[in-house]
Each structure stands twice: as structure tokens, then as C-alpha cells.
């Protein structure tokens, strides 16, 4: 659904552009169950080529790794996707659940990524699978992707161009900074001016969640609908990229001791971290704690 409110080009326009033809997709395709079994036959026959497989969602491997938590045709669909991942060139994890299993890696229902589980290798396809093009699962994670990050993948991979990916196997043009280094509150942060509740203008890190620090990802580098992000409109950052997200404590409000994060910024030791902020808090300009106040 992100991927619909892509603006230049429009996903009609990118497709015909790149000559991608959709074969299916749950939202996008009119299709009819018989059709789309037809397809699937023609797919395991190699009869219809498969040259990028875009899986949604985290798989379903419960109960006792059978997979029968979730059914098509009365079958696993993580045997379809075991069936489908070679037959691909190219294998794409759209999101933060299909790259690293997401809200799924929380219950009963033994869920996982395509290749990793959280931050560790593996998932249903195993730690050593690579597709026939010659890179493994390429994560595209968020809640939601953004399109724009969509859209330049497929047209990296339609044209051939080197990817470089991460050790998370996400691309790193769009993967390779913090979401913290493009936050317009920055000098907030570097001068520890605080918001303590939400509408003052301060830093998000230090009381209200924000996981912009230790994040990695293109919501300040690719702005949303071309326009903004969380962090800018003075929303914390949630950590929707991470192979952690969906955090087991609270969103919203930072886990510190004596008003320390337990979790400091990205590359940053504890005690680096308390000599200079001391001392950033004490230089702060006026026009910065000025511009604290509320009304």
C-alpha cells in the first residue's frame, strides 16, 4: 500500500518504464484462484520465467515447524516459498517482518524472515542460501518499506547495476545511515536540550523513546510524500527498520537510570557519552533553552 503513494514515477509508469510484468500480488492482481494456481504450475515448470520474487510478510513456520498455522490450498505457504526462492533470480524482503520476522517473532506461532530471525542468520531459507543472480535475500525493511526504496531496488535489479548490502543484506545507499543524522533536532541532542513532553521543541532521544540514534535507515534521507518524517514533525522515531522492532518494553518513553539511556547512540561508550554530555548541557546556547519554554 506504501508502495502506491510513490509520486514520480507512479507505479503504473515504473512498471512500464523498467517492463516489469506483474505476474501477482494479493492487492494488485484481479486474478482468479484457478489462474492463479495456473501461474504457480507454470512457475515450479520453469515454463514462466521468475526473475524477482517480492515476499510480504513474515513466514509462518508453526506449529512444530509444519507451517500449517498458515494454509494455501490447504498447503504450508512457506513450502511454496521453499518451492519458489530457487526459481528466482532475485529475492526481496519487503519489510521489517519478511526481512527479520517483525511483529511475528513475538507469540506461538514460530514465525520468521526470509533469512534472518531478528539480527541472526537463518530463517526458512538458511544462513547460506543465495538466489540464482548471485546475492541472498536483499532486506527491504520498514514499517512500511518506503516506496522510494522500493522503486530504486527493482530498477537497480532490472538494470543490472551493483548492489552493495550491509550486513543486514539491505542496500547500502539507503541503509548505510542513522536516522538520527538527518533530524532537524540535532542540535538539540548535541546540546542535550530535552523534551520531556511531547509539543516542546527538543531532542525525542532522552525521555520520549525516540530510536532515531540507534537506528539505520532513509526516513531523513528520503522524506515520506516528499514532505517529512517523525523525527521533523516531533514524533519519536520507533525503530522500524530494526531487526529488534517491534521493541518489548514500551514505545514512547526512554528506560534510563539517574536520566541516562540504558541504550546510548550508535558507536558511543558510556563513559565518552556522560564526560561530554555534561559538558554540552552546560554550553548550551540560550536561544536553544529559550526556545524550549512552551507558550
Not at 539491505?170 to 509539543?199: K, S, T, V
Request: glycine letters at 8%; charged letters at 20%; proline letters at 8%.
Amino acid at each position: 500500500m506504501a508502495l502506491l503513494n510513490i509520486e514520480s514515477p507512479h507505479l503504473p509508469d515504473l512498471c512500464r518504464t523498467l517492463d516489469i510484468e506483474l505476474l501477482w500480488h494479493p492487492s494488485l492482481s484481479n486474478s482468479s484462484a484457478q489462474e492463479h494456481l495456473a501461474l504457480l504450475d507454470r512457475l515450479r515448470s520453469c515454463e514462466q520465467q521468475l526473475d524477482i520474487l517480492c515476499v510480504e510478510g513474515f513466514v509462518i513456520n508453526g506449529p512444530n515447524d509444519s507451517g500449517r498455522y498458515d494454509l494455501f490450498w490447504n498447503r504450508p505457504k512457506k513450502d511454496l516459498l521453499l518451492e519458489l526462492a530457487p526459481l528466482a533470480q532475485h529475492l526481496v524482503a519487503v519489510g521489517t517482518c519478511a526481512a527479520f520476522g517483525g511483529v511475528g517473532n513475538i507469540g506461538e506461532i514460530e514465525a520468521s524472515g526470509l533469512q534472518f530471525i531478528a539480527a541472526e542468520k537463518g530463517g526458512l531459507l538458511g544462513a547460506d542460501f543465495v538466489a540464482a543472480g548471485g546475492y541472498p535475500v536483499i532486506n527491504l525493511p520498514g514499517c512500511p518499506t518506503h516506496p522510494s526504496v522500493v522503486a530504486d531496488l527493482l530498477t537497480n535489479l532490472v538494470d543490472g547495476d551493483p548492489l552493495e548490502l550491509n550486513d543486514l543484506q539491505a542496500p547500502q545507499q539507503w541503509f548505510d545511515m542513522l536516522i538520527h543524522q538527518g533530524c532537524l533536532r540535532n542540535e538539540y541532542h548535541e546540546f542535550r536540550i530535552e523534551e520531556r513532553q511531547f509539543g516542546e521543541p527538543g531532542c525525542l532521544f532522552f525521555h520520549r523513546g525516540c530510536r532515531g540514534p540507534l537506528t539505520s535507515g532513509p526516513c531523513n534521507k528520503l522524506l515520506w510524500n516528499q514532505r517529512s518524517s517523525k523525527t521533523n514533525v516531533g514524533v519519536p522515531c520507533v525503530g522500524c527498520t530494526s531487526p529488534d522492532f517491534p521493541q518489548a518494553y514500551p514505545f514512547f518513553e526512554t528506560r534510563n537510570i539517574a536520566d541516562i539511556p540504558l541504550e546510548l547512540p550508535a558507536g558511543v561508550d558510556r563513559a565518552h557519552y556522560l564526560a561530554y554530555k555534561g559538558m554540552a548541557a552546560a554550553a548550551a546556547p540560550e536561544r536553544l533553552k529559550k526556545r524550549k519554554k512552551l507558550p
